[in-house]
């Protein structure tokens, strides 16, 4: 998962950054207001954790602007704020979710994850492409009843490409969701090809069709 992590408090951001560092997650930080917007305007992920009150500004105007500009990010609203009218604000702008503080970080990552299957895969648990089996809380990959073994980042490539399957996905795109945008800085591309051959690789050995096509000058595409 590539997650935002929209917070002022240093140590709640830090922890949480860290918990969902530590299981193999992308995860970037916005501490106001200025940095949150610049990070939206410019980047997309699969779940933004959102607090409500930043310095410089209304972490609801962030909401108002993801909307308006159709973004597809998923956005759980972490917030002191109890009352009915802020959960219903927030839900009715568009938060996939409202999450009270204080709360457990595997409540969290639970809710994150809910909001990444229901947006992604259909709310299931069990991804199911042709020959291709996907348990998503298990990590598991097989090809029919035949186990795939994956590093982390081919099988976060792999479900990205699922997850963006008839469409052509640039070098660029693919390095800045498996890697951040720190990535930014690469002269060179060159690595995503070897985790893609290699991908393949495991996955045509076990007998899965090749759906990992290179559309030349643009970047590749997880055919149908």
Known sequence: MKILI???????????????????????????????????????????????????????????????????????????????????????????????????LSELKARVSAIIRRKTFNGSNLLLFNELNIDLLAKEVKVEHLPVKLTRKEYALLLYFIANKGKVVSKNAIAEHLWGDGIDMANNFDFIYSHIKNLRKKLMEAGCHDYIQAAYGMGYKFTE
């Open 6 to 104: 929209i917070e002022d408090e240093e140590g709640l951001r830090e922890s949480i950054e860290e918990y969902f560092s530590e299981d193999g997650n992308i995860c970037e930080t916005a501490a106001n207001y200025p940095a949150a917007l610049s990070k939206i305007s410019m980047y997309r992920y699969d779940c933004i954790l959102l607090d409500i009150t930043l310095p410089g500004g209304n972490g609801m105007d962030i909401l108002k602007e993801l909307k308006a500009n159709n973004h597809p990010d998923g956005v759980l609203i972490i917030s002191a704020k109890n009352s009915l009218d802020d959960r219903l604000d927030g839900l009715n702008l568009g938060a996939d979710d409202y999450l009270v503080k204080p709360f457990h």
